[in-house]
């Protein structure tokens, strides 16, 4: 039990770093996809500057409209402010794919003792009013492009000295424009880690609800099948006494009862041990009781129990045990079970007269032991589930088989446990052959 919910705390816990590493990836993804993009916007901002500048010294009206503005007014008017914006918006559009919100500031620049200076003569408020050329574009922030202009009339004159002048295009919101340009990438990225995060939950969930329902499970057949143990043992002993009852001898029908319930009671205990068996592998508290044990002679014992139900059916076991190291490390009662729960299905599909044959060899791991029947025998579909919990073949010739399907799916567990192999080779209508290797 203890061992299941460590493993399982381990299975979440590196669920929940997968995820989050997975999170980091993608945040670095896209910081990465931002910055890109931010490279690609700045190269815009470029050859749209470029594109206007080139524009202007064809459109002398452009020219003559500002410089007329500048020399009068020291601004440009709402009306040449409103036609320079449309202008500006469609080459940039046009020629560069570019079409972000701006701001545009037009900045004259006047010659006195090699002193550079900016003044804002048009634009919004997110425009500076006040730059050094010296200094830009290089250490200001990229979201700005320049445009050289050049007076087209002549001399241009602002207050009464010689100038001329530059467009300053801003894109004051470059990073909405960003998240605008990739917002179908980030969406897509939120909604799947979005699933991503609700599957996972939905998981971990799912599996600890399993868990407890498991837990919960094993301890209802654990106190059930504790409960049965009662009475069958109560019955096991009546039967016993009315057996060995000498006033009851006379009674013939009396005794072929008394049989018959004992054989269904033996029955119905074998069938409970299983049960418990099985929910004591499940629950991962069972501990293999190790010590050496002679193989031959556990076979013997296991054997005779059955050859007198196999003659009654006029069949026989063959016993060919050839292994001469016949010692093994291993837990006694458990390995008792397994070789019984195989004479037993052996025995349960055979025919009529079943043949059931048990060899041991040694082999370069240790030892080799083999049961072989001439049953039914199984198909390949069904030997690939056949040591799942449950599961049991549907058969037309067998119809009285009973059981729980869990006694090779112990078999398998108690030989993991072991750290021992198991095999089958079986083929419809001729018989099935279980071959378990051990460690010397």
């Not at 669920?15 to 993608?26: F, K, P, R, T, Y």
């Not at 044990?293 to 076991?317: C, T």
Request: hydrophobic fraction near 40%; glycine fraction near 6%; proline fraction near 2%.
């Amino acid at each position: 039990m203890v061992l299941g919910r460590v493993s399982t705390s381990l299975v979440i816990v590196i669920a929940i770093a997968s995820l989050l590493g997975l999170g980091w990836v993608q945040y670095n993804w896209l910081q990465d996809s931002v910055e890109t993009n931010r490279k690609v916007f700045e190269q815009k901002i470029d050859l749209a500057s470029g594109l206007v500048s080139e524009a202007l010294k064809k459109h002398h009206d452009i020219h003559q409209l500002i410089s007329r503005d500048l020399s009068e007014n020291s601004e440009l008017s709402q009306s040449t402010d409103h036609h320079f914006r449309l202008f500006i918006d469609s080459v940039m559009y046009n020629g560069s794919g570019l079409e972000a919100p701006f701001e545009y500031g037009v900045y004259v620049h006047e010659n006195d003792n090699e002193t550079s200076a900016y003044l804002k003569v048009a634009g919004d408020n997110v425009v500076p009013s006040e730059l050094d050329f010296k200094e830009c574009p290089a250490d200001q922030n990229l979201n700005f492009g320049w445009a050289t202009l050049s007076c087209q009339l002549g001399n241009c004159y602002h207050n009464d000295k010689p100038f001329h002048f530059h467009l300053g295009l801003f894109f004051p919101s470059n990073e909405l424009y960003l998240i605008s340009q990739m917002k179908g990438t980030l969406l897509a990225a939120f909604v799947f880690i979005m699933l991503l995060t609700g599957c996972f939950s939905y998981t971990i969930i799912t599996i600890r609800r399993q868990k407890k329902l498991s837990e919960m499970k094993n301890d209802f057949i654990n106190n059930l099948t504790h409960e049965f143990k009662t009475p069958i043992f109560s019955i096991d002993l009546a039967t016993n006494m009315l057996k060995k009852a000498p006033e009851l001898s006379p009674f013939k029908k009396l005794k072929n009862y008394t049989a018959i319930i004992g054989t269904e009671n033996e029955r119905l205990k074998n069938q409970v041990d299983k049960v418990l068996q099985m929910a004591l592998v499940d629950s991962n508290n069972f501990k293999l009781e190790k010590k050496a044990i002679d193989i031959h002679s556990l076979i013997n014992k296991v054997a005779e129990n059955f050859k007198i139900m196999i003659r009654e059916r006029s069949g026989e076991i063959i016993l060919k045990l050839n292994a001469k190291k016949t010692e093994l490390f291993a837990d006694e009662i458990h390995l008792k079970n397994i070789i019984y729960n195989l004479l037993d299905n052996a025995q349960k599909y055979s025919p009529q007269k079943p043949q059931i044959t048990i060899s041991t060899e040694d082999s370069d791991e240790g030892l080799m032991l083999e049961i072989e029947d001439n049953g039914i025998g199984m198909s390949e579909q069904v030997q690939k589930f056949v040591f799942d919990k449950f599961y049991r073949a549907k058969t037309e010739d067998v119809n009285d088989a009973k059981g729980f399907g869990l006694g090779l799916s112990y078999v398998k567990s108690v030989i993991d446990a072991h750290q021992a192999t198991i095999g089958l080779i079986s083929k419809p209508n001729e018989g099935s052959k279980f071959t378990l290797e051990f460690k010397a």
